[in-house]
């Protein structure tokens, strides 16, 4: 009998590490409800995604172990399923829910930006705009920024995924986008995923045909920038803009 009691209490007492045990304002999701996100440590808000943890550890301990490797929401950002194959309880359900929330965390600041129209004067100030969503991107991601005759972003729209060897097509659909959002001016962006932000010939190339295809239909070409790891090109800055030649 006795034997038999040990083992019960045995089984018992991983569940009692189960977040549903401990008392209300510890609880991650409670805790939350009552005091707001902003109160919430990073391992408690990732403890919220994954809901359940596995027997022996809660989903906070999960989240703390996350953190532990990963260090910031960031560096989480450019992994794939090989970096997050020794947490246990880790399906694939879970990782798109901390995937997702980090993509939603990235699209809410362009959306925000959108709304209070930030006007562009200078380089510097676009890289803070997009910088933090294309930089740890693993594949070229090309946007269009338009901008009202004040110099204010009045949209914000990606044009191609993918390196700009056909640029013809790009440019129809920039010019297109910028006579249906009535458009002034527009400045081109696009990610290098290496971080080098050097120009290839076919950005140098894409640069002078853009510039071209602008006088002609009356929309200022502003400029082309590549964005790499905390660092950017700029055709205009770099007095390039006209001069691009092509390769």
């Excluded at 990963?70 to 997050?84: I, L």
């Excluded at 995937?99 to 380089?123: M, V, W, Y």
Aim: proline share 4%; with cysteine; aromatic share 6%.
């Amino acid at each position: 009998m006795r034997a038999g009691s040990s083992e019960r209490e045995d089984m018992q007492k991983p569940l009692q590490n189960s977040i549903r045990f401990w008392p209300a304002d510890d609880r991650p999701r409670e805790k939350l409800l009552k005091f707001g996100e902003r109160q919430l440590s990073n391992s408690e808000l990732l403890a919220i995604l994954l809901r359940t943890g596995v027997r022996g550890e809660s989903a906070l301990d999960i989240g703390r172990k996350i953190i532990e490797k990963f260090k910031t929401f960031r560096n989480m950002s450019h992994t794939d399923r090989r970096d997050w194959k020794d947490f246990r309880g880790l399906g694939p359900a879970k990782l798109a829910q901390i995937r997702a929330a980090i993509e939603i965390g990235r699209r809410f600041r362009e959306d925000e930006l959108k709304e209070i129209q930030p006007q562009i004067k200078t380089a510097r100030d676009l890289v803070d705009i997009l910088m933090p969503s294309l930089r740890d991107l693993k594949i070229e991601v090309f946007k269009a920024i338009f901008l009202n005759s004040q110099n204010r972003i009045i949209a914000i729209e990606e044009i191609a995924q993918g390196t700009v060897n056909r640029a013809s097509p790009f440019i129809r659909e920039i010019f297109q986008k910028a006579l249906a959002h009535f458009a002034v001016s527009v400045i081109c962006v696009h990610n290098h995923p290496s971080g080098d932000v050097t120009p290839s010939p076919e950005d140098r190339q894409f640069t002078q045909d853009l510039s071209d295809a602008g006088r002609v239909l009356s929309v200022k070409v502003i400029d082309h920038m590549i964005i790499g790891d905390n660092r950017y090109f700029s055709f205009a800055e770099t007095g390039q803009l006209k001069a691009a030649t092509r390769c």
